[in-house]
């Protein structure tokens, strides 16, 4: 009885821990893998409303390929606000390795340092847990310019710690807000002063 009532207690709390943790922004690596290999890269998410998020991506092979993604992320619960799937888009940059079939010698022709752009879509899954976001994605790009292929797409994982909780964050911004508004009164109580200074 004592195990079960121990137990019971392991679990409640970490039930509160996960609500607790509702990040603001968070910080950590992504590894990333496709027909090309994998990569290694940093990826940096900030909550700029309750279901909405920026997400910016660095990420190299450390050979031919190195990329920066900016995506603009839609969060939706699953179970909880804890584990959700999102989905969204966004713009991608880098230097890239390309590939172009030659018809003529029937041959493909190899080149890198290439400078791309392109259109980066988003779908994944994503846990919170303690102090550190767990997410899985896949994310194809579709190329604008700068490289043969028209489409690649990438699988990637990531953990992220939470540098700001959610609820730090609403309230540094209801800080702000109100030392704008207490700003905003004064300005208007000088204003009224000085046009009766005046008369």
């Known amino acids: 009885m004592k195990y079960t009532y121990l137990l019971f207690l ?10 607790a943790q509702h990040y603001g922004n968070s910080l950590g690596i992504r590894l990333g893998n ?43 619960p699953i179970i909880s ?20 079939k030659d018809a003529v010698n029937k041959e ?10 392109g259109v980066d879509f988003i779908l994944g899954f994503e846990m919170t847990f303690l102090n550190t976001v767990f997410s899985f994605d896949y994310k194809p790009n ?6 043969e292929e028209f489409f690649r797409g990438q699988a990637g994982i990531s953990a992220r710690m939470v540098l ?6 609403k309230k540094r911004q209801r800080q702000r807000q109100r030392a704008k508004n207490q700003q905003n ?15």
């Open 34 to 76: 496709n027909d090309l290999g994998r990569t290694v890269g940093l990826s940096f998410q900030q909550r700029i409303s309750k279901r909405n998020t920026i997400e910016a991506i660095l990420q190299s092979d450390f050979s031919r390929n190195t990329t920066a993604h900016i995506l603009y992320e839609i969060h939706r």
């Open 108 to 117: 493909i022709v190899h080149t890198y340092g290439n400078s791309t752009v």
């Open 142 to 147: 579709i190329n604008v310019a700068g490289r």
């Open 164 to 169: 700001v909780k959610s609820k730090d964050q």
């Open 81 to 100: 606000k804890r584990l959700n799937y999102y989905y969204g888009g966004g713009l991608a940059f880098g230097s890239e390795e390309s590939f172009m």
């Open 185 to 199: 009164t004064s300005s208007f109580g000088e204003k009224i002063n000085s046009i009766f200074k005046k008369n």
């Open 10 to 19: 392991i679990f409640f709390g970490s039930i509160n821990s996960l609500q």
